[in-house]
């Protein structure tokens, strides 16, 4: 962790420059670190930094979307890829036998703290820098807290027991203990709180600015984090918001914040430009873009586009077709497609069966013949320049609207709120679903996760869910065998934890502490 740490504060400006051919010990850039945190404009680069890695798909070069591994982890994709040997640390995820030399967890790992460390760093320098427009230190401020809490929940959810580190950190303090759980759920509620109550309501920010967090954004994540906190550790509420504030908090975003649904959900993922981008329906919404020609599979950090799309998608489809060659990992369980009622409206706009199209194919490891249509790779959307498969334009939606509807309905229903709002809120997402004259369930707690089931589909939100819901019932779904190849399991020794990576162990000369199970 903290070799990775150290260096990173310079990788984005040094990114895109080359090496010459002899040794030049002048600097090639004034602009440093020691120099660089002068006024709003540098400390603007700063941000953009933080919001940066937000997009890193393969950190350190390994495949590993979050969405696209929270699924794999889940009960409802495979493996896939073009043999059994293709990235055989993705299988190890979907077989429970992950190793803590394994590069994929160590990439994530890398992520989380890089992105966490730009975030500190720019805390530490802002209060120094000149800022000429009024309220813009304290609004990067609050950017950067909003940042350095999703950061560090999806670290969290992952490896469980972290090092909390809110400060750059001096040579002396490299060797950082990981703290409990509940200090690091007690700093995202921190940074979260504050956040909201300094940040722009969503109806407020202008077109030009749509993508920026919102007050509205950090209200929808403090409602994932206070769920996930309460059900998989079992506690009554997320340190510094109790129930009573949550749904508080949940109320002003549904009926305060300009956020509705789509009256259409197919308009919600649009594959083929013009992209419906940052619509009303997007809470937080990763900014993927074909811009960075220069990201190559030799430094694909430095590309920003959305490497799911590419992962995703079946291999070499027929030339005829509107397809764009993917790697077909993560096929899709048979027996989630089957969940669809063929009246449920999202059946069509989740899935991509390319054999109804008479499109033809290679067929790829565990192929299932089912592909994610909210992500499928089209020729119309190859980038003329840099590497195609690293290009593609398509946004991320992290927290929609119906999501947060849902979360609602389950705060109200569970945590002494109203069950005829919890029944409402079901009901919005549920009712523009399917077709008129359906008849809704009485909202319980099942009837609640069935809906996101369906509604968030391949998502990467799954995984969570199963979680949070405790280990057992996890183990329940997601241990498949359907006979090889179609196996998957559940690590209940870990408790569905990562491994703390093994380098990391070495470089902190083992104060780092590995987790059960591994």
């Not at 002396?172 to 409990?180: C, D, L, R």
């Not at 940074?191 to 722009?200: G, K």
């Not at 206070?226 to 129930?243: D, I, Q």
């Not at 399917?434 to 369906?454: F, K, M, Q």
């Amino acid at each position: 962790m903290n070799r990775y740490i150290k260096v990173t504060a310079f990788l984005w400006i040094l990114s895109s420059v080359s090496c010459s051919k002899q040794l030049d010990l002048k600097p090639i850039t004034s602009d440093v670190e020691t120099n660089f945190y002068k006024d709003q404009k540098d400390c603007l680069q700063g941000l953009v930094a933080a919001y940066n890695v937000l997009l890193w798909d393969a950190p350190q070069n390994q495949n590993a979307p979050f969405q696209l591994i929270s699924e794999v982890l889940g009960d409802h994709c495979f493996t896939g890829g073009a043999s059994v040997t293709d990235l055989p640390s993705v299988a190890r995820i979907d077989k429970a036998e992950i190793r803590p030399d394994d590069l994929g967890p160590k990439a994530l790992w890398y992520k989380y703290y890089t992105g966490i460390y730009r975030c500190n760093l720019l805390l530490e320098k802002m209060p120094d820098a000149t800022f000429d427009t009024p309220g813009l230190r304290e609004r990067f401020t609050a950017e950067c807290k909003f940042l350095r809490a999703y950061y560090y929940f999806d670290l969290v959810r992952l490896f469980g027991n972290v090092p909390l580190i809110l400060k750059t950190l001096s040579a002396s303090e490299y060797n950082q203990k990981q703290s409990n759980p509940e200090a690091v759920y007690t700093q995202i509620s921190a940074d979260l709180t504050a956040a909201i109550d300094v940040l722009p309501a969503y109806k407020n920010m202008p077109a030009t600015e749509l993508g920026r967090v919102t007050a509205d954004a950090a209200r929808g994540l403090l409602m994932r984090a206070w769920l996930y906190y309460t059900g998989y550790y079992k506690k009554s509420e997320l340190p510094g918001v109790n129930a009573q504030k949550i749904l508080e908090i949940s109320e002003t975003l549904i009926n305060n914040s300009g956020h509705d649904l789509l009256s259409n959900f197919g308009d919600v993922f649009t594959p083929i430009p013009p992209f419906n981008n940052n619509n009303k329906e997007s809470v937080f919404e990763i900014q993927y873009s074909s811009l960075a020609y220069s990201g190559n599979f030799s430094y694909r950090e430095e590309a920003n586009g959305n490497l799911s799309v590419m992962l995703w998608s079946m291999r070499d489809p027929n030339s005829a077709s509107p397809y764009a060659a993917g790697w077909s990992f993560a096929p899709i369980d048979q027996t989630f497609y089957n969940q669809f009622d063929n009246t449920d409206l999202r059946k069509a706009a989740t899935f991509l069966l390319p054999k109804t199209q008479s499109v033809s194919f290679t067929q790829g490891y565990q192929n299932t013949d089912i592909f994610p249509q909210k992500w499928v790779a089209l020729k119309v959307n190859n980038s003329p320049k840099g590497n195609v498969g690293l290009n593609y334009p398509n946004h991320f939606i992290s927290i929609r609207f119906s999501d947060v509807l849902l979360m609602a309905a389950e705060l109200q229903l569970l945590h002494g709120g109203s069950a005829a709002k919890a029944q409402q809120y079901f009901e919005r997402v549920a009712k523009r679903a399917r077709p008129a004259g359906y008849t809704p369930p009485t909202v319980s707690l099942d009837v609640i996760y069935n809906e996101r089931d369906l509604e968030l589909a391949l998502e990467g939100v799954r995984y969570w869910d199963l979680m949070r819901r405790g280990i057992d019932y996890a183990a329940s779904k997601i241990n498949i065998n359907r006979a090889e190849p179609f196996v998957s399991k559940f690590n209940t020794a870990a408790a569905g934890l990562f491994p703390i990576p093994d380098s990391e162990i070495i470089l902190s000369k083992n104060t780092l502490v590995q987790n059960p199970g591994y």
